[in-house]
T-cell receptor, first 115, second 114 residues
Framework: SQTIHQWPATLVQPVGSPLSLECTVE??????LYWYRQAAGRGLQLLFY??????ISSEVPQNLSASRPQDRQFILSSKKLLLSDSGFYLC??????????????FGQGTRLTVV | AQSVTQLGSHVSVSEGALVLLRCNYS??????LFWYVQYPNQGLQLLLK????ATLVKGINGFEAEFKKSETSFHLTKPSAHMSDAAEYFC????????????WGAGTKLIIKP
């Protein structure tokens, strides 16, 4: 069966510090991978998605970047965090086109607080 | 453009009462529709999905949803609310273009009164 791991669960970082959140998927190959953010009281905002190694699409211009160095690894980064980067970050995967019906499977999330 | 509208950011029901969470969508292609649940500080969990076939879909935890094409709706129901149902619920529709993403509603927080 497929599983998705996301860490850390919580993180408190000072303004201006770097960020690296990691997500890995097991039990599937060539998944689509996603990073979402939930700000307090707001819905899901898609930040990045990837359909393959090194292929990253950004939905919203911002202070963050994403990388996919391996097929089942997705990393969210920032060089210098802003207060506005605080939120709940979710990694998700779905089967690639032609392999399924597009439902997404989510990690447990990372609560990031920038202070 | 596709979109999802969830009516009511908060819905409050008494324990044992009917739960009805509303979702309307717009889609230029036959929709694939999803309901997810999120408990505090956790990821989203798939409750149920509609792809093709039977329009009444049953999911986990006693929830079900009915796809009504004429009303462009996919409302989520549960006959009898339980305290453990308190969570946030998200409706989503698959994007019709090539990248298989989901378009999300804003979410509805379900509050259960004892």
């Amino acid at each position: 069966s497929q599983t998705i791991h996301q860490w850390p669960a919580t993180l408190v970082q000072p303004v201006g510090s770097p960020l690296s959140l990691e997500c890995t998927v097991e039990g599937t190959s060539n998944p689509n991978l996603y990073w979402y953010r939930q700000a307090a009281g707001r819905g899901l905002q898609l930040l990045f998605y990837s359909v393959g190694i090194g292929q990253i699409s950004s939905e919203v211009p911002q202070n963050l970047s994403a990388s996919r160095p391996q097929d089942r690894q997705f990393i969210l980064s920032s060089k210098k965090l802003l207060l506005s980067d605080s939120g709940f970050y979710l990694c998700a995967w779905s089967r690639s086109r032609g392999q399924g019906q597009a439902e997404a499977f989510f990690g447990q999330g990372t609560r990031l607080t920038v202070v | 453009a596709q979109s999802v509208t969830q009516l009511g950011s908060h819905v409050s029901v008494s324990e044992g009462a009917l739960v009805l969470l509303r979702c309307n969508y717009s889609s230029s292609v036959p929709p694939y529709l999803f309901w997810y649940v999120q408990y505090p500080n956790q990821g989203l969990q798939l409750l149920l999905k509609y792809t093709t076939g039977a329009t009444l879909v049953k999911g986990i935890n006693g929830f079900e949803a009915e796809f009504k094409k004429s009303e462009t709706s996919f409302h989520l129901t549960k006959p009898s609310a339980h305290m453990s149902d308190a969570a946030e619920y998200f409706c989503a529709v698959r994007r019709g273009d090539s990248n298989y993403q989901l378009i999300w509603g804003a979410g509805t927080k379900l509050i259960i009164k004892p």
